[in-house]
């Protein structure tokens, strides 16, 4: 079969991440709006807090951080770390407080006693080198009370992440190549639906790839996707102040053809570097960068637990993934969600795995939609079966969810697609079902 998109593979649920303003995945969750995922929560060891203000005003050079305290323990030394806009550089102390910044991760310490207490909470302030405004991303926040500090994050190899990629695009493209071009209304009640991770119009986050597409070249240079910020902007204010997906791109219309402006953004070679290199910013913000991270919290070290993750955020989107992380724990017996949860009272990193692919089976097929997907899970059940741990071994979508568990799930109708190691792809001549 060609290339397709329908709404089972384009359904990113429950996702909310502070980056410019609130930002969801193509798909909210039900009965979640964006005022409660915006607060979701966030743990650290023993240490809980969430996050309830994050703002960078560029016009005033000033960024607030306020967390609440929801732990057990008061905090007395925190230490606070986020991510800044690439090239932007902190630049400020405020008193108690000094920093260091490695690439675009600025992580402020005390240089005094700092008493949180428990459900009390903190205003921090800084500043940085830029006057665009922005929100500081993957904001984690440690003390010494909570049981010490996250340890180093470890991503994919960049052959891994070739293959996580492309695996990824076969669900959403079926083709391991990443389409860039790609636009449409697919009638899900989001927008357009754009791009190499699905960025919907009326969920806030193709409107991150336009800001960044913005920064990096102007309309007078090229760029025929600035004309649309002010019916993005209406459109995201409206998601914004509702907490629902915006289906409508009335506002878009009446400006130009959105579809097939993005298309040739892509596909001009004038533009198209500065266009992808959004693309992948604005991905790996959203949806890599907190995969690895969401990894490294459970203790899930291997190329194919991280990939298999990084499936997951792209179709489920933060709040989604956590909800499957929180259930797999309490299925094999973590019911405190203590992390990490690999070690934990003999759990290994096979059965949390395992664990984690059936409750995220089980999603995919208590919903009418999303079933017509459920092949999508069973690729990374067969790697994990066959031992396939660093991704070292082709990696081929041979397989149905029928046949690696006894339930007569619908067949998917994905092309089988042979990616080796190196990122490289085939289609196979000849080639048989099997979960084994």
């Known amino acids: 079969m060609g290339q397709r998109r329908n709404d089972s593979l384009w359904m990113k649920w429950g996702m909310l991440v502070w980056v410019g303003a609130a930002v969801a995945g193509c798909a909210p969750e039900a009965g979640e709006d964006g005022a409660e995922v915006g607060q979701a929560e966030q743990e650290l060891a023993a240490c809980s807090y969430v996050i309830t203000t994050n703002t960078y005003v560029g016009a005033d050079w000033w960024g607030t951080l306020v967390f609440q305290n929801t732990g057990t323990s008061a905090m007395t030394s925190p230490t606070i770390a986020f991510g800044v806009p690439s090239g932007v550089t902190c630049d400020h102390d405020e008193p108690g407080w000094t920093h ?9 310490s005390r240089t005094s006693g700092l008493t949180v207490g428990v459900n009390a909470s903190y205003t921090f302030y800084y500043s940085t080198n830029t006057n665009t405004s922005f929100t500081a991303t993957n904001v984690v926040i440690s003390d010494p009370s909570c049981g010490g500090t996250v340890p180093p994050v470890t991503g994919l190899t960049a052959n891994q992440k070739k293959v996580a990629e492309a695996l990824t695009s076969i669900w959403e493209n079926d083709t391991p190549t990443i389409d860039y071009a790609y636009s449409e209304n697919i009638q899900d009640g989001r ?67 959105w579809t097939a402006d993005w298309a040739t953004s892509y596909n001009n070679t004038t533009t198209r570097a500065d266009f992808k290199a959004c693309q992948d910013q604005v991905s790996d913000q959203f949806y890599y960068t907190p995969a690895m991270n969401e990894a490294n919290k459970w203790g899930a070290t291997q190329a194919l637990s991280k990939m298999a993750l990084y499936d997951a955020y792209i179709n489920h989107g933060e709040s989604g993934v956590k909800s499957l992380t929180r259930a797999t724990n309490i299925a094999l017996g973590n019911t405190g969600q203590v992390a990490p949860s690999v070690g934990y009272n003999g759990i290994t990193e096979s059965a949390w795995l395992q ?14 939609t999303w079933v017509d997907a459920i092949d999508r899970i069973a690729a990374y059940e067969k790697l994990r079966r066959r031992g396939n741990w660093d991704l070292s071994a082709a990696v081929r979508n041979d397989v149905r969810a029928r046949d690696c568990w006894t339930t007569t799930y619908p067949f998917s109708g994905y092309t089988v697609r042979n990616i080796n190691a190196d990122g490289t792809w085939s289609t196979p001549g000849t080639y048989t079902f099997s979960c084994n």
Do not use: H, W
């Open 100 to 108: 260091t910044q490695s690439g675009s991760t600025c992580t402020y």
């Open 191 to 257: 927008g357009y639906t754009n791009g190499r991770a699905g960025f919907c119009t009326g969920t806030g986050d193709a409107i991150q790839v336009i800001q960044c597409y913005n920064a990096r070249r102007s309309a007078a240079n090229g760029n025929i996707m600035a004309k649309y910020m002010p019916g993005l902007t209406t459109i995201n204010n409206r998601f914004l102040s509702t907490g629902q997906s915006q289906p409508s791109t009335s506002e878009l219309d009446v400006i130009g053809n």
């Open 355 to 368: 664990k984690f692919i059936e409750k995220r089976r089980d999603v995919l097929a208590a919903d009418s």
